[in-house]
């Protein structure tokens, strides 16, 4: 690991940036966030105007053109922003107050610099591109204009997540990903699967909120501020053991988020959505958030070595607990989920290694968005064509039945497992010969998953688009249409070329103001790392095809497999290990209460109730009805008052 | 003697209860639409009186005072602050939408249509003279009498068990009444041994109560509000209420009666008993997490829907005290915002599980299923209430939950910690209660239910609009409450407490 | 003057009224004894005014005996009416008080 004194003098870079404010095309920039908004409100609250009215012919259309008219706004702001003096690239604005009480001060604030106008332009370019791609993918539904109603209000929510100035804005664009990927994986509700599946998401992500929500509050109890800025500038200040409190909470967070070991369970249902779901909100954007979180708090990480390495070991577990997954799943859509699980777990790991990473995290998160998105949408392309079947055992030979869908796949394959010359390679590629320079295991846990990556990758790519048929019967495989074919020719196309972003590092330059910079020396030159790296991918590569490619493909799943292929099927007992530890017991806890309540407490109201009423019965009895005994009563009371008197009396 | 706003604001609903009381009992209609129209011309007048509050003022404002029986010091005073006017919004606000809701709930009930209405206007008249007394006796005497319309709403009209539910009710508020009671004659007590006796709330500030004595008096004030709020051991009559009472008697009961006992938390006995609130704080703060999670646990493990929302409200009514008791601005101010959006919030939940149960005759969670697919508006609305209720950041209840566990956090980050817990549970008993109501493939025996009709959705619509109005901008209101926040707690002089790492040197103004 | 005959005479009878109030059946024996024992009130009333020179316990003798004509009216009308209904006059038979 680094030796602290590096690390503070990186701490101080972030000290140098002074935020201006916005003026010009930047003062126009909440328009990126309210354009989707505006429209995710028309599409949602007409919904109930009445079937078939216009907004539900057109409403698609609308919905569309939000996504687009959102990007081009944030490309004319990147535009700017390139032409901006390096040292007036974090531009603030202040929209108004949310909310002042005391000292506590929240104010609705755009921060865009040049790791939020990355942001912009991934989210909001991807985004468009699935939205067409769901005009036809959804083109049949009957509920299409609430999808993307659910869709633009993500793309504003994850737009407010990264532009947000203040921790507690942040939280609101955060949670409202969370119930945007809450609606769209439940969107089709009947399925009670897919309902369940929503539940566990947003439940599951709650518990990571519980940590931002408590580091949001130990910024405001510490430093009396929870703006990103400042926060940031005030942190040196802080002891060691706040900035490490504040970097597992913030970790908490993101492991929910970005469903990264022990909060990975809810990733795998997730795929319960509709196809395009799983492409923007769990594979390209809203599941990197963690990793957003983490660099964008570059500045608390910086000072606690504590947190950074517990960054790099959630990372390093979840990309070998996601790949391992990703190797033992026949539904294609859970292989593709189990293979986003592990390269976040990379985008943790290198912003783990601090400033030497953060930049890199970020590349890699840039690249995966483009190759993942285009895998999932290549998948619910062949879904399309095969009657929405997932199973990969009833594929097969694709290959001449959907070119295009084939060949762009092809290209994200390639890009994922780091083929030489697509971008996850120079990605890839600069995650591990980080973690090789910070830390030895850090870097063969990374380099033992490329090897696993190409393996199942491999796999999948073999039991989709080669080997023999397996179709079932009455499927006939038939290409998408246009609408479809052009995003995933686009995404193909910057899945080959994203690596461009590194000429001559660029992006590292570019974000070095936000992140800081530091180069650790490789004990090899990096370009024997690189070589291990392809040799071990071949490796994958050799494996995958001599286990499935050589052989014909069941076409059932064999029962009789090994511990591990069991294991993986099972997702780790991830689920189980939940169930065990925390749904029984909270079962158990439940019921148990509800119990204690009825006959506990309230049987004590109750039961004193009772009490009093049985007392009451008792001196009923006395009233006999008898006039004869009332006046006994009477002359034995007065004799009592009689004798007491002269009692005082006499005394 | 300037306008007498407030007691035109109290008399108003009062007056028109008696009205509609009156009416013909052969025109039920002509009593619905008057007493929409008394509760319309009320919120009109409240919103005169937020014309005419200051908020740069101080102190208790529109204030009007007159001797009541001046042999022991009663006064007919009244006045508001920030959030006594927040909370009297509230009530205005919420009356006529209950009364649109519950158009057709009297229909067919033993009692006449035109008492239900007339009940529940009495019911608002009282509340907001509670919300603006400001003579301890006028507020016994009125926090006293709301019991007696509430009582005949749970007991006239509600549901199979409501004579118990109303007995317990009752009993359970006049026993801490009592407690009150005590304390009110103690005070007064007090008053008379210096001085000229007075129950006016500024004379009775000004007060040198002993530490015992006060100790003692904040507690019977304490368990009077504690009854009522409720809290957790006491909290038991409001799930049988609840359950047991229309969907609009228990929005009042809920949204509104039970605010009087977090109010009254927050100007009686932090307002009185400075040191004593102090003193009891911890325990408080103890209590208030209990309830958190406690009413979060029973609520995921209720299969009856109205009493699943009776327990979130435990629930969250442990979050305000919390931010009452932990004694930071943040806090209280959060508290006092939260009691506005619970009413909110709560409302919707109940009115529409309200509209559930109607349709389909059952209020069990597990006789329902899918029904999204046939009441798609209804099963949108119930969502958005029910986020509301589990504090989604972009909804007016996050801003107050927010702030409560912000300000407490800086006074006791334990309890912070154990409270934010509440919100995971939240998530739980929220969306577990949507999945088995309108999710996953519909039943047979649910095709009956129908969609919302127009009436509902008028009525359920501003609540949802306020909910996300608020939650993106809640300073309007915030700025209400502040002031009268800032001065309670420099009441009990315990300042806010200083954010602990030293700020950086260049932070000043960097930001802005 | 000497009151300790007077007195013992109105304990007595004061005494047998009690007596016959708790042991006699007979709403109208009953009756007359409440009677005995407001007599008995009466002379200890008269006999202290007597001894003791003024005149108020004569009054309020008086008032007892306006009290003790009320009496009668209602309760002999009650007696008839209980008579009426149930032919029977006695205590015991009219016990519809008790739940």
């Known amino acids: 690991m680094t030796s602290l004194s590096t690390?503070?003098?990186?701490?101080?870079?972030?000290?140098?940036?002074?935020?201006?404010?916005?003026?010009?095309?930047?003062?126009?920039?909440?328009?990126?966030?309210?354009?989707?908004?505006?429209?995710?409100?028309?599409?949602?609250?007409?919904?109930?105007?009445?079937?078939?009215?216009?907004?539900?012919?057109?409403?698609?259309?609308?919905?569309?053109?939000?996504?687009?008219?959102?990007?081009?706004?944030?490309?004319?702001?990147?535009?700017?922003?390139?032409?901006?003096?390096?040292?007036?690239?974090?531009?603030?604005?202040?929209?108004?107050?949310?909310?002042?009480?005391?000292?506590?001060?929240?104010?609705?604030?755009?921060?865009?610099?040049?790791?939020?106008?990355?942001?912009?332009?991934?989210?909001?370019?991807?985004?468009?591109?699935?939205?067409?791609?769901?005009?036809?993918?959804?083109?049949?539904?009957?509920?299409?204009?609430?999808?993307?109603?659910?869709?633009n209000l993500f793309i504003a929510a994850m737009l407010v997540l990264v532009l947000a100035g203040d921790y507690l804005v942040l939280f609101l664009g955060w949670e409202g990903?969370?119930?945007?990927?809450?609606?769209?994986?439940?969107?089709?509700?009947?399925?009670?699967?897919?309902?369940?599946?929503?539940?566990?998401?947003?439940?599951?992500?709650?518990?990571?909120?519980?940590?931002?929500?408590?580091?949001?509050?130990?910024?405001?109890?510490?430093?009396?501020?929870?703006?990103?800025?400042?926060?940031?500038?005030?942190?040196?200040?802080?002891?060691?053991g706040v900035a490490t409190a504040l970097g597992l909470l913030l970790l908490l967070g993101a492991c929910g988020k970005s469903a990264q070991v022990p909060l990975q369970s809810w990733l795998l249902d997730a795929m319960e959505g509709p196809t395009p779901v799983s492409a923007l909100i769990h594979a390209?954007?809203?599941?990197?958030?963690?990793?957003?979180?983490?660099?964008?708090?570059?500045?608390?990480?910086?000072?606690?070595?504590?947190?950074?390495?517990?960054?790099v070991v959630v990372g390093a577990v979840t990309l070998l607990y996601g790949a391992w997954i990703g190797c033992a799943k026949d539904d294609i859509k859970k292989a593709l989920a189990g293979s986003t699980m592990s390269q976040i777990g990379y985008m943790m790991l290198a912003a783990g290694l601090g400033p030497a990473g953060y930049a890199f995290a970020i590349f890699h998160l840039i690249t995966h968005g483009f190759f993942k998105a285009n895998m999932f949408l290549g998948a619910g392309s062949v879904m399309h064509g095969m009657n929405d079947d997932v199973d990969m055992r009833h594929y097969g030979a694709l290959r001449t039945m959907m070119p295009v869908t084939f060949v762009t796949f092809a290209m994200g394959y390639l890009a994922i497992i780091g083929f030489p010359g697509f971008s996850g390679f120079f990605s890839k590629d600069k995650v591990i010969e980080a973690a090789f320079a910070t830390n030895f295991w850090a870097g063969l846990a990374a380099l033992v998953g490329a090897g696993v990556t190409a393996f199942y990758m491999t796999r999948v790519m073999i039991m989709t688009f080669f080997g023999e048929k397996r179709w079932r019967e009455g499927v006939h495989p038939h290409e998408s249409p246009k609408i479809m074919t052009v995003p995933l020719i686009v995404l193909a196309a910057l899945s080959v070329g994203g690596g461009a972003l590194l000429f001559s590092s660029w992006i590292v330059d570019w974000l070095a103001p936000v992140t800081g910079e530091e180069h650790h020396e490789l004990p090899v030159p990096p370009i024997v790392i690189t070589a291990i790296i392809v040799l071990v991918v071949a490796a994958g590569i050799a494996l995958a095809y001599v286990l499935f490619g050589r052989r014909a493909i069941p076409d059932t799943a064999p029962q009789k497999v090994s511990v591990f292929t069991r294991a993986g099927r099972a997702d780790l007992y991830g689920d189980a290990v939940n169930e065990a530890l925390f749904m029984r017991p909270g079962q158990y806890l439940t019921r148990s209460l509800v119990y204690v309540d009825g006959s506990g407490i309230d049987g004590a109201v109750n039961g004193t109730a009772e009490l009093v009423g049985d007392g009451a019965r008792g001196l009923r009895r006395l009233q006999t009805g008898f006039v004869r005994t009332y006046a006994a009563e009477i002359f034995g009371g007065a004799l009592v008052l009689v004798l007491a008197l002269l009692a005082v009396n006499l005394a | 003697m300037s306008f007498p706003w407030l007691t035109i604001l109290m008399v108003v609903p009062l007056v028109g209860a008696a009205v509609v009381a009156a009416l013909p009992r052969s025109r039920p209609e002509l009593a619905k639409w008057a007493a929409l129209v008394v509760s319309l011309v009320s919120l009109a007048v409240s919103l005169g009186v937020l014309s005419q509050y200051d908020l740069d003022g101080a102190g208790y404002q529109l204030a009007e005072q007159?001797?009541?029986?001046?042999?022991?010091?009663?006064?007919?005073?009244?006045?508001?602050?920030?959030?006594?006017?927040?909370?009297?919004?509230?009530?205005?606000?919420?009356?006529?939408?209950?009364?649109?809701?519950?158009?057709?709930?009297?229909?067919?009930?033993?009692?006449?249509?035109?008492?239900?209405?007339?009940?529940?206007?009495?019911?608002?008249?009282?509340?907001?003279?509670?919300?603006?007394?400001?003579?301890?006796?006028?507020?016994?005497?009125?926090?006293?009498?709301?019991?007696?319309?509430?009582?005949?709403?749970?007991g006239g009209y509600g549901g199979a068990r409501r004579s118990y539910a109303a007995l317990k009710f009752l009993m359970f508020s006049l026993a801490g009444g009592l407690l009150m009671l005590a304390s009110v004659i103690g005070m007064w007590a007090l008053s008379?041994?210096?001085?000229?006796?007075?129950?006016?709330?500024?004379?009775?500030?000004?007060?040198?109560?002993?530490?015992?004595?006060?100790?003692?008096?904040?507690?019977?004030?304490?368990?009077?509000?504690?009854?009522?709020?409720?809290?957790?051991?006491?909290?038991?009559?409001?799930?049988?209420?609840?359950?047991?009472?229309?969907?609009?008697?228990?929005?009042?009961?809920?949204?509104?009666?039970?605010?009087?006992?977090?109010?009254?938390?927050?100007?009686?006995?932090?307002?009185?008993?400075?040191?004593?609130?102090?003193?009891?704080?911890?325990?408080?703060?103890?209590?208030?997490?209990?309830?958190?999670?406690?009413?979060?646990?029973?609520?995921?493990?209720?299969?009856?829907?109205?009493?699943?929302?009776?327990?979130?409200?435990?629930?969250?009514?442990?979050?305000?005290?919390?931010?009452?008791?932990?004694?930071?601005?943040?806090?209280?101010?959060?508290?006092?915002?939260?009691?506005?959006n619970h009413g909110l919030s709560t409302a919707a939940l109940f009115l529409i599980a309200g509209f559930l149960i109607q349709r389909r005759g059952s209020a069990r969670i597990s006789d329902f299923g899918g029904v999204q697919k046939i009441a798609p508006i209804t099963a949108g609305l119930f969502l958005i209430a029910g986020l509301a209720s589990l504090s989604l950041p972009g909804l007016a209840t996050f801003v107050g939950e927010f702030l409560v566990?912000?300000?407490?956090?800086?006074?006791?980050?334990?309890?912070?910690?154990?409270?934010?817990?509440?919100?995971?549970?939240?998530?739980?008993?929220?969306?577990?209660?949507?999945?088995?109501?309108?999710?996953?493939?519909?039943?047979?025996?649910?095709?009956?239910?129908?969609?919302?009709?127009?009436?509902?959705?008028?009525?359920?619509?501003?609540?949802?609009?306020?909910?996300?109005?608020?939650?993106?901008?809640?300073?309007?209101?915030l700025d209400v409450i502040n002031p009268a926040v800032s001065d309670t707690l420099d009441h009990v002089q315990i300042g806010d407490p200083e954010p602990q790492t030293p700020s950086f040197p260049t932070a000043e103004g960097s930001s802005k | 003057?000497?009151?300790?005959?007077?007195?013992?005479?109105?304990?007595?009878?004061?005494?047998?009224?009690?007596?016959?109030?708790?042991?006699?059946?007979?709403?109208?024996?009953?009756?007359?004894?409440?009677?005995?024992?407001?007599?008995?009130?009466?002379?200890?009333?008269?006999?202290?005014?007597?001894a003791n020179g003024n005149l108020d316990g004569q009054i309020a003798a008086f008032f007892v005996m306006v009290v003790a004509a009320a009496e009668v009216v209602?309760?002999?009308?009650?007696?008839?009416?209980?008579?009426?209904?149930?032919?029977s006059a006695s205590v015991d038979d009219a016990s519809l008080l008790k739940l």
């Open chain 2, 192 to 340: 008379n041994s210096q001085g000229d006796p007075s129950f006016l709330l500024a004379d009775m500030k000004d007060l040198s109560i002993g530490t015992v004595e006060g100790r003692w008096l904040f507690m019977g004030f304490f368990i009077a509000f504690a009854v009522k709020a409720p809290m957790v051991p006491l909290h038991t009559w409001l799930p049988d209420a609840a359950s047991a009472a229309t969907p609009g008697t228990s929005v009042l009961l809920v949204s509104v009666l039970d605010k009087l006992g977090t109010f009254g938390m927050i100007r009686f006995c932090l307002g009185l008993f400075p040191e004593a609130s102090e003193w009891a704080s911890p325990v408080v703060i103890t209590l208030a997490v209990v309830s958190i999670l406690y009413g979060a646990l029973l609520a995921i493990g209720q299969d009856h829907l109205m009493r699943l929302i009776a327990f979130t409200s435990v629930s969250h009514f442990g979050f305000i005290v919390l931010g009452i008791f932990a004694l930071t601005t943040q806090s209280a101010s959060g508290a006092t915002f939260y009691m506005f």
């Open chain 2, 66 to 154: 007159h001797e009541w029986i001046a042999a022991l010091g009663v006064h007919y005073a009244v006045g508001v602050d920030g959030i006594g006017l927040t909370l009297i919004l509230m009530t205005t606000i919420l009356v006529p939408i209950v009364i649109i809701a519950g158009w057709n709930d009297a229909d067919g009930a033993r009692w006449s249509v035109g008492t239900f209405f007339a009940l529940m206007l009495a019911l608002e008249g009282l509340v907001i003279g509670v919300f603006a007394a400001t003579d301890v006796f006028l507020f016994y005497v009125l926090f006293e009498a709301a019991l007696v319309p509430a009582y005949f709403l749970i």
């Open chain 3, 74 to 87: 209602v309760g002999l009308a009650i007696i008839v009416s209980i008579y009426r209904t149930r032919r």
């Open chain 2, 405 to 477: 566990l912000a300000g407490t956090f800086t006074r006791s980050p334990t309890a912070a910690v154990f409270a934010t817990l509440g919100i995971v549970l939240a998530a739980l008993y929220i969306l577990l209660m949507y999945q088995r109501t309108m999710t996953g493939p519909l039943r047979d025996d649910n095709r009956g239910v129908t969609d919302m009709v127009p009436r509902e959705i008028v009525a359920i619509a501003p609540v949802v609009v306020l909910l996300i109005g608020f939650g993106l901008f809640p300073q309007p209101i």
């Open chain 1, 7 to 151: 690390v503070v003098l990186a701490a101080s870079e972030h000290a140098d940036v002074v935020p201006v404010a916005a003026d010009g095309v930047f003062s126009w920039l909440w328009l990126v966030v309210a354009i989707p908004a505006v429209s995710a409100a028309i599409l949602l609250i007409g919904d109930g105007a009445g079937d078939h009215g216009p907004l539900d012919r057109f409403g698609h259309l609308l919905g569309t053109l939000a996504a687009i008219a959102s990007f081009v706004v944030g490309l004319v702001a990147f535009i700017a922003l390139l032409g901006q003096d390096v040292a007036e690239r974090a531009i603030t604005h202040d929209l108004w107050t949310w909310m002042q009480v005391g000292g506590f001060d929240v104010t609705m604030s755009v921060y865009y610099d040049q790791l939020a106008a990355l942001f912009v332009l991934l989210i909001t370019g991807v985004g468009s591109l699935i939205h067409v791609y769901s005009i036809g993918y959804m083109a049949d539904d009957p509920r299409k204009r609430r999808f993307f109603g659910f869709l």
């Open chain 1, 284 to 311: 390209a954007t809203m599941v990197t958030a963690g990793v957003y979180l983490v660099v964008r708090s570059a500045a608390i990480y910086d000072l606690s070595e504590v947190a950074r390495t517990a960054v």
């Open chain 1, 177 to 240: 990903v969370g119930l945007a990927s809450y609606l769209l994986i439940g969107f089709w509700q009947e399925k009670r699967s897919a309902a369940v599946a929503a539940k566990k998401a947003f439940v599951v992500n709650r518990v990571g909120d519980l940590g931002l929500a408590l580091g949001i509050m130990l910024m405001f109890a510490q430093f009396g501020t929870t703006n990103i800025h400042d926060v940031g500038l005030n942190v040196a200040n802080a002891s060691q």
């Open chain 3, 1 to 50: 003057m000497n009151v300790e005959p007077f007195i013992g005479l109105s304990a007595l009878l004061f005494t047998i009224g009690a007596v016959g109030v708790l042991v006699r059946r007979n709403a109208i024996i009953v009756f007359m004894c409440v009677e005995l024992m407001l007599n008995a009130c009466n002379l200890a009333f008269v006999t202290f005014a007597r």
